[in-house]
């Protein structure tokens, strides 16, 4: 006989399909979770940037670790954004949901991410000295022109392997933390939830490469919006595609 209360079925990572465009809602969305509370939104976003780049200047270890944190920190973001949008207050303690609970998976999902990204880095090394050592084999024109083009090769490469990653990392951490999934099943779930939504998941990632650019125009302070509205625009897509079935 089953126990009593039977437990609920594991959340199964199911998506759905939506249309191109959902990006302009999803980012629409952000926009209004941004604006529920922006005073704690922008204080919540510089703890952040102070406390990753107090890491990036540590030597080795700190990107690391950054890399590590990241869906800890990505999972308090999101906290917040449910917060804003059930009740319509945040505080800046949600901030810290994600090493309150769930703090083991999120890490682990850090550790995917981590090691994604060094193999990645260790590619385009591999190509970029390679080139740079046929380039200084080779004296003249030749030689520029390996090196040329053997440095667009490794950022050719390093941006083909960077979107997939984007994919998989995109609705993972949400996926652990909401719907407590294992780190891996949630990588896959979000990788096949961004190939069944490509196109929408292009123009997100269009209008937020532009969105970036003129964030950063104001010394970077855009991105103190920025980082709030792409929270919100996460949780928003996130609801979307995997919770309005």
Known sequence: MDPFPIPAPAFDGRSRDVGAGAAFEWLRLGWGIFLANPGVWIAATVILIVGFFALSIVWFAGPLLACL????????????????????????QHLAAGFRAGTTPLIFLGLIFMVAMLAINLVVFVLFSGSLAGGMMMAGPTGLGVLLGGSLLAMLLSSLLLVPLAMAMWFAPALVFFNNMPPVDACKASLNACLKNILPFLILGLVIFVLAFFAALPVGLGFLVLVPVLSGTLYASYQDVFLAH
Do not use: D, K, Q, Y
């Open 69 to 92: 944190l990241t869906p800890v920190v990505v999972a308090g973001l999101l906290a917040m954004c449910r917060n804003a949008s059930v009740s319509g207050t945040i505080e800046l």
